[in-house]
């Protein structure tokens, strides 16, 4: 599995993730850690079922005074869980987007060819908070600029993300650039 190091402005710390592209499924483990808003570390897996549409998030956060665990699951006709409970408020989603995570704006962007090919799509996203790990519902626009190049919008913030020919983050200002090539 090749791996991906980005430091990661946001939080003040480092990601690496290992990943598996088989067609249109994505596998991915990662390990992060940062500084801010407090020094923890996360550990995740990320499954993908065809068209890049998430099936299933594991992630385990640690700070100084608390280990959290979140088991996200899609049940591939837009329904989520959370440890086993329904979250209603993203059901309709395809996607998670874990927070401070680059790798997570992936599976859009490689579903639509944005970084390739001319269009703009609008999503709902199951995006889960670090290290706290609270799912939200979390409104997004993918804009295609250029070759690797994608606008990414919610809530009022903006960022013109550069992805690689595989549909990686390259650079994401004001939260990760990566530090290895693929």
């Known amino acids: ?38 020094p923890y570390w996360v550990m995740y897996e990320l499954d993908t079922a065809d068209g890049f549409v998430t099936r299933r998030l594991r992630v385990t956060t640690e700070s100084a ?3 959290r665990t979140l088991d996200l699951l899609h ?3 837009g ?5 086993g409970e329904p979250l209603p408020d993203v059901d309709g989603a395809l996607d998670c987007d874990l927070g401070l995570c680059p790798l ?10 944005l970084h390739r090919t001319p269009g703009e799509r609008e999503f709902l996203m199951a995006w889960v908070s670090v290290p706290d ?10 804009t ?18 550069e992805f690689d020919e595989e549909g990686y983050v390259v650079d994401y200002p004001q939260l990760a650039t990566r530090l290895t090539a693929r």
């Open 1 to 38: 599995m090749p791996a991906i190091t980005w430091e990661v402005f946001a939080s003040r710390g480092f990601e690496t993730v290992w990943t598996e592209l088989d067609g249109g499924v994505l596998r991915a483990r990662g390990r992060a850690v940062g500084t801010d808003p407090e």
């Open 79 to 83: 329904r989520w869980t959370g440890d």
């Open 75 to 77: 049940d591939g006709q």
């Open 104 to 113: 997570t704006n992936t599976m859009p962007v490689l579903r639509h060819g």
């Open 144 to 161: 295609h600029l250029g070759p690797g190049r994608v606008r990414y919008s919610s809530d009022g913030f903006r960022s013109d993300l």
């Open 133 to 142: 790990l609270v799912v939200r519902p979390s409104r997004q626009t993918y």
């Open 65 to 67: 005074d608390s280990v």
